[in-house]
């Protein structure tokens, strides 16, 4: 999807994924009838310096966002980053047969029948899915943000010294992704569900149109947060169990104990997210999800896959948003398996300013 809430055009920019545990700095470049990833770093954060979608720290995340980039030996400016959370809304809506004109008129009106919050305090932007009729209505995109969070993000890219060149909707951006290395299939429906530390994205497309879309406030987190309740350790010492690393303090820990507490979230998390996709396939009874693509840096926990497929009775798959994209020989490819997974918000917000160059 085309629905930046800013844009300004550059000749080089850089996708920013500014998660609750790392900030991901990606850039890619066309190479023939492909992409190549061009740069890329990772940089951590503090697990406290983002919580529920609020930059608790600002200037350690700006701190982050000048590592990520000067790891990834990227000299462009300007930036793209990607928001989500309870802050914004999408929703397929249905108004009255109009021009764009007259929709780009009107649609703050729309709106306000749909969104839970003031029309005057967010962003808003639309794109037209389906053209209506004397005989039926149009098909329409609303997608709303709050203008606060917008103004944090164009704050904190500023703070960090980079020009803000595009703020997306992270749905959207795995989706770019996703069809950047898979196609887009006019007959298929399919769920992508990019699972982060605090938030996972759900993004239903029907012929690669965005029909459902939703953010669940689970994630990684979760597990590191069970292991640090069933072992009484620290957050950073759960992190390294949950990631299968064994630091001083886990050397007594024993693996059935680290199962069980995986287990016990997985169950969770899986349940909340085939909820939502329960909830779509009620609703959107002419629409049947055929495959599931599993996304972000959480995907790969041991047993998640095959404990989606049980639930869901879905086919079940890892995206691999480096699946079409040539890296470049600087980078080892055990890091590019190790970060690969976690790339799709990145890769999808560096692919923006290639599809309009």
Not at 126 to 147: S, T
Request: hydrophobic share 45%.
């Amino acid at each position: 999807m085309q629905l930046p809430f800013l844009q300004l055009r550059s000749k080089s920019v850089i996708g920013l994924d500014i998660g609750s545990s790392s900030v991901k700095a990606v850039e890619v470049v066309p190479r023939g009838n492909g992409f190549e990833l061009l740069h890329l770093g990772v940089a951590p954060l503090p697990h406290d310096a983002i919580v529920e979608g609020a930059f608790l720290n600002a200037s350690a995340i700006a701190d982050a966002i000048r590592e990520a980039i000067a790891k990834s030996g990227s000299k462009a400016k300007h930036a793209a980053a990607a928001v989500s959370g309870h802050s914004v809304i999408v929703k397929k809506i249905s108004v009255p047969a109009m021009t764009a004109a007259e929709l780009e008129e009107s649609i703050r009106w729309e709106a306000e029948q749909y969104i839970p919050f003031d029309v005057n305090e967010v962003n808003l932007d639309f794109e037209i899915l389906q053209a209506g009729d004397a005989e039926r209505p149009m098909e329409v995109l609303l997608v709303a943000a709050k203008k606060d969070l917008i103004d944090d993000y164009v704050n904190l890219i500023s703070e960090a010294g980079l020009t803000p060149s595009v703020i997306d909707v992270a749905g959207f951006a795995v989706e770019n992704a996703f069809e950047t290395n898979y196609g887009a299939n006019p007959n298929q429906v399919i769920a992508i569900v990019n699972i982060g530390a605090q938030t996972s994205t759900i993004n239903v497309l029907a012929g690669g149109v965005p029909a459902f879309t939703r953010d669940v406030a689970s994630g990684g987190n979760q597990y590191t947060a069970e292991i640090q309740r069933a072992l009484s350790v620290a957050f950073d010492e759960a992190e390294r169990i949950k990631i299968g690393e064994r630091g001083p303090e886990s050397q007594d820990v024993v693996p059935q104990e680290v199962e069980q507490a995986m287990r016990a979230v997985t169950n969770n998390l899986v349940g909340e997210i085939a909820r939502s996709l329960d909830f779509f396939s009620a609703t959107a009874a002419d629409m049947r999800i055929q495959r599931v693509y599993l996304a972000g840096g959480s995907s790969r926990v041991s047993g998640l896959e095959a404990a989606f497929k049980e639930r869901t009775g879905l086919e079940v798959e890892l995206m691999n948003p480096l699946a079409r994209m040539m890296p470049s020989s600087r980078f080892e490819s055990d890091f590019l398996d190790q970060v690969g997974p976690s790339l799709g918000v990145g890769i999808g917000l560096a692919m923006r300013k290639v599809d309009e160059s």
